[in-house]
């Protein structure tokens, strides 16, 4: 069965934060393509589904997965 789609997004500061990295590697991760993304109002926003295309699974599962409890 098919992952239910998700309306989470994230900011890059919240990626960041939560991977333990600094908000410009995430922005340049976005700007080089390697992470998928959009520009609203001269922010990024990073859909759950891009998240989980870009991190590995268990990372994933570690950072950002526990918010469905």
Do not use: C
């Not at 069965?1 to 922005?27: F, K, W």
């Not at 991760?29 to 990073?46: D, Y």
């Amino acid at each position: 069965m098919p992952a239910t789609m998700s309306n989470t997004t994230y900011s890059p500061q919240e990626i960041a934060d939560r991977l333990g990295r600094h908000v410009n590697s995430i922005r340049r991760n976005l700007r080089e393509g390697e992470l998928k993304g959009e520009k609203f109002s001269n922010e990024w926003i990073v859909t759950e589904e891009a998240l989980q295309e870009w991190l590995p699974a268990p990372i994933y599962r570690e950072h950002f997965a526990n918010d469905e409890a």
